[in-house]
């Protein structure tokens, strides 16, 4: 099995008690390996999300320091094919964060991702393939 490529709602979930999916995203979290592949963009959106959470944000750069998160994704060196993907889909419209996270499971072709985000089902990497998921819903 490749990396686990992880977006922002299942990170919010997990750092915050009182979401509606922290059961699922702990569930998730204690039995995947780290470290977790994950981009500066979705990093962004959890810190703006679990700013009202105590401790939240701080808990997921803590997660950083501790090699449970790691980003290797750089949004300069892949800008191009992350722009296409934003065009392609800019119909739903898909997030700076989704582009990134579809561009890192080509990258990363064993990899899956894991996602509160139900626009994943529509989304294709490299052009035709579904991305695998792990995900609440079927």
Request: charged share 30%; hydrophobic share 45%; net charge neutral.
């Amino acid at each position: 099995m490749g990396a686990t490529i992880v977006d922002t709602g299942p990170l919010v979930a997990f750092l915050n008690r009182q979401d509606e999916h922290h059961s699922w995203a702990r569930a998730q979290m204690d039995v995947l390996k780290p470290p977790l592949l994950t981009c500066e963009p979705v990093l962004a959106e959890a810190c703006h999300l679990l700013r009202r959470a105590r401790g939240g944000a701080d808990a997921l750069l803590d997660m950083l320091a501790r090699d449970i998160l790691h980003v290797p994704f750089r949004l300069d060196v892949e800008l191009e094919r992350v722009r296409r993907l934003m065009k392609r889909y800019e119909d739903r419209p898909m997030a700076l964060a989704d582009a990134c996270l579809v561009r890192m499971s080509e990258l990363n072709s064993g990899g899956r991702v894991l996602t509160l985000d139900e626009d994943f089902r529509f989304y294709r990497r490299l052009g035709r393939q579904a991305i695998p998921l792990l995900s609440p819903w079927p």
